[in-house]
């Protein structure tokens, strides 16, 4: 098991290896949807998996590290769709 620290003082537990963005599915959702989160100091992806005790810090749209991510997010999915419809 391991344990998520959030900066309001909640601590979230769950089985080693679970990805961060399952955890912030237990807390309420913030007026911004949550895009990344910053795991004990660094940048890390919804995806990342914590192999530890960690403090999370969830990184909204509402931030600009996460208005980078979803512009870049957008970017990525603009090149899929342009090198779909011209081969």
Do not use: W
Not at 69 to 75: A, C, D, F, K, P
């Amino acid at each position: 098991m391991v344990e998520v620290h959030l900066p309001d003082g909640r601590v979230l537990s769950g089985p080693r290896g679970t990805p961060v963005g399952q955890f912030f599915r237990l807390i309420d959702r913030p007026e911004a949807p949550i895009v990344g989160a910053v795991v004990n100091g660094e940048l890390r992806e919804l995806t990342f998996c914590l192999p530890m005790d960690s403090k999370v810090q969830p990184v909204t749209m509402g931030d600009a590290d996460g208005m980078r991510i979803y512009r870049r997010s957008l970017t990525f999915l603009l090149e899929v769709a342009f090198i779909t419809l011209f081969p």
